[in-house]
């Protein structure tokens, strides 16, 4: 069993930077794909950006393409969401995913997820 905990949320201006951080409790985690998902209000939630188990691949989807980074440090059991140029659309809760293997963009592949961390963006 993998427990996630996401950090690094809170309110933020428009055009501001914000660093989200994920811990995962399993040694084994440098084995994982992982990824970003958000969910705004009365929204779905929708995939952010993921990258796999080495860090050798990453991806995003068009509206953080460009603004946001995400990164891993498999001897922390950390993985990074760099995000900037902050706009008030990218509100949400962010919650971080990992499973075995590849990482994807479908939420439904993912096997383990943190309790997520709240991202506002003020105007």
């Known amino acids: 069993q993998v427990q996630l905990v996401e950090s690094g949320g809170g309110l933020v201006q428009a055009g501001g930077s914000l660093r989200l951080s994920c811990t995962a409790s399993e040694r084994t985690f440098g084995s994982y794909g992982v990824g970003w998902f958000r969910q705004a209000p009365g929204k779905e939630r929708e995939f952010v950006a993921h990258i796999r188990w080495n860090g050798g691949a990453t991806f995003y989807s068009d509206s953080v393409k460009g603004r946001f980074t995400i990164s891993r440090d498999n001897a922390k059991n950390m993985v990074y969401l760099q995000m900037n140029s902050l706009k008030p659309e990218d509100t949400a809760v962010y919650y971080c995913?990992?499973?075995?293997?590849?990482?994807?963009?479908?939420?439904?592949?993912?096997?383990?997820w943190g309790q997520g961390t709240q991202v506002t963006v003020s105007s």
């Open positions: 995913a990992a499973k075995r293997g590849y990482s994807g963009t479908d939420e439904n592949d993912y096997t383990y």
